[in-house]
């Protein structure tokens, strides 16, 4: 009879068991939720973030009815991993002759004279653990558009573009490169 008791306490119907059971269930269960939440999470919700910056700029003036390249401004883009905000110096190439009497322009030159740009708002901002490096993208010839949205037509920059996981992992495999975690995240 001892023996016997001995035994049925290691059987896998034992209440420890049961209890490693659930809380395996339980986890795979959580792991799938949290990895699902994480693929189709939105990190930005479009058109909702549209930060007050220390001068006002019309891309639908500047990139959308004159047509000037997203490159010609952000000048990092192609270099780097950020876009970076224009320096002054790049608006005053046209402005030191062109609309210099309007006011905004005006305060523009003083700013450049000054040195003092103001502190811009980044308008999208990736969680740490992702990279992201424009200057990749824009070696394989990916139009800024395709994360940034139709930017030509804001008045005033706004996130336009719904980013999630999927939205990335969709991009990559239409053009069949690496879908790697490491390819994106640190």
Known sequence: MENESVGSRLTPRSGVAKAFATIGVAAVVGLIIFGGYFYHAPIFTPGKFAPKQPFTYSHKLHAGD???????CHI??????????????????CHQNLTIDKPSIKEIQKAYDAQNMGNWIRVYNLPDHVWFNHKRHIAKEIECKKCHG????????????????????DCHQERKVSTDCWTCHT
């Open 66 to 72: 004159l047509g000037i390249n997203c490159q010609y």
């Open 76 to 93: 990092y883009a192609r270099k780097a991993e950020f876009a970076g905000v224009p320096p002054f110096s790049k608006c005053m190439n």
């Open 150 to 169: 139709a930017v030509e037509t804001m008045e005033i920059n706004a996130q336009n573009q719904i980013f999630r996981m999927g939205f990335c992992l």
